[in-house]
C-alpha cells in the first residue's frame, strides 16, 4: 500500500464530543456515505468563542437581501443558532448532520413557502437547478440531516448508517477528510494545488487541520509512509513543489516577489516546510491573521 497520510493540529478543544446535543462525532460518523467522499467537519460553537464568526458575520454576504430573507423566514442563522456540522461531499450528493437549535415549523413553512411539501418531518423542495432537491428532517430536537441530490428523499438516508471509510479525525474544530478516490474527481483545481496534490497522490487519504503556532495559526501536514526511504522521496519532492510554485509566482510578478500580494493562497503555499523522520513526513504553513482577514473579508 502506498503512504497513508493524516493532517494534524493543536488547537484547544471545548469537550461537546462526549455526547452532547445528539451523539458524539464517532456517530454521526456512521450515518454518513463516507466511501470515497470528501468529510468536513466544522465547530461552530468553539468558533463563535474563537471569534471568527463575528468577523464573518460583518462581511459582504451578510449584507445580502437573500442571505436575510433566508434568516428571517427559516429563523435559522449558522452565525448563533449551529453549533456543529459534519458534511460529506459524495458522488451521488452533499449529506449534512447538524446540531443546533432549530425552529422546525418556521423550516416547514420556509419549504411550502418554495413551493416544496412536508410530511411526517420530512422537507423536500428545489434547489438552485431543477436536478437538486433539497431535503431534510429532524432527527432529534436538536439534530437536523440534510441533503442536496438528485434522490429529493435523500436525507432519509442519514436515518441509518451509510457505506463506510475509516475516515481520520483529529479533534480539531475544523478538519478535512480527502480520500484519493475524492481528490481525483476534484478537476480544475489550481495549478499549485496540483503540484502539491502530486506529491501525495499515492495516499489513502489527507487530513487538513489548523493549530495555534505561538500567537498565530499553521497548517500541519503528516504523511506516514512505509519506509524511510519513502519518505525522504516525499518530504524532497513537496519541498521541489514549493520552490517551484515561488518561482511561478515571482515569474508573474516580473522577478519581483514582493510585487505579488503576500497573503495570497499561492505565496501561503510558497511558505511550507518540510521534514521527515524516520517513516514519517511533516509539513506545516503559516496562517498569518492578514491572511485570514483577507479570506473572511471574500466571503
Not at 519518505?231 to 515561488?246: E, G
Amino acid at each position: 500500500m502506498a503512504c497513508g497520510a493524516v493532517l494534524a493540529g493543536t488547537l484547544a478543544w471545548w469537550g461537546y464530543r462526549n455526547g452532547m446535543l445528539g451523539g458524539s462525532e464517532a456517530s454521526l460518523l456512521q450515518r454518513l456515505p463516507t466511501q470515497d467522499a470528501a468529510v468536513l467537519s466544522v465547530d461552530f460553537a468553539e468558533l463563535r468563542h474563537s471569534g471568527l464568526l463575528q468577523k464573518m458575520a460583518s462581511g459582504p454576504t451578510a449584507q445580502e437581501p437573500e442571505y436575510a430573507a433566508f434568516v428571517r423566514d427559516s429563523g435559522l442563522n449558522y452565525q448563533t443558532d449551529l453549533d456543529y456540522a459534519l458534511v460529506a461531499f459524495a458522488t451521488d450528493g452533499t449529506f449534512l448532520l447538524v446540531r443546533g437549535r432549530f425552529d422546525w415549523a418556521k423550516l416547514e413553512n420556509y419549504a411550502r413557502a418554495r413551493g416544496g411539501t412536508c410530511s411526517n418531518g420530512l422537507c423536500r423542495m428545489t434547489g438552485s437547478q431543477p436536478d437538486r432537491r433539497i431535503s431534510y428532517l429532524p432527527l432529534n430536537r436538536h439534530l437536523m440531516a440534510l441533503a442536496v441530490s438528485r434522490d429529493d428523499v435523500a436525507a432519509t438516508r442519514l436515518q441509518h448508517s451509510g457505506p463506510q471509510r475509516l475516515v481520520e479525525a483529529p479533534r480539531d474544530p475544523v478538519w478535512l477528510n480527502i480520500p484519493a478516490a475524492a481528490w481525483k474527481r476534484g478537476a480544475g483545481l489550481p495549478a499549485g494545488t496540483q503540484l502539491f496534490l502530486s506529491g501525495i497522490s499515492g495516499a489513502d487519504q489527507v487530513l487538513v487541520s489548523v493549530g495555534p503556532s505561538g500567537q498565530e495559526l499553521e497548517a500541519r501536514l503528516s504523511v506516514d509512509c512505509h519506509s524511510p526511504q519513502e519518505a525522504t522521496a516525499l518530504a524532497v519532492q513537496l519541498q521541489q513543489a514549493a520552490t517551484t510554485l515561488r518561482d511561478l509566482l515571482a515569474g508573474k510578478a516580473g522577478g519581483k516577489p514582493g510585487a505579488t500580494p503576500p497573503d495570497d493562497l499561492g505565496m501561503l503555499l510558497t511558505a511550507g516546510v518540510f521534514a521527515q523522520n524516520g517513516n514519517k513526513v511533516t509539513g506545516r504553513w503559516p496562517l498569518r491573521k492578514a491572511f485570514l482577514d483577507s479570506l473572511i473579508a471574500g466571503i
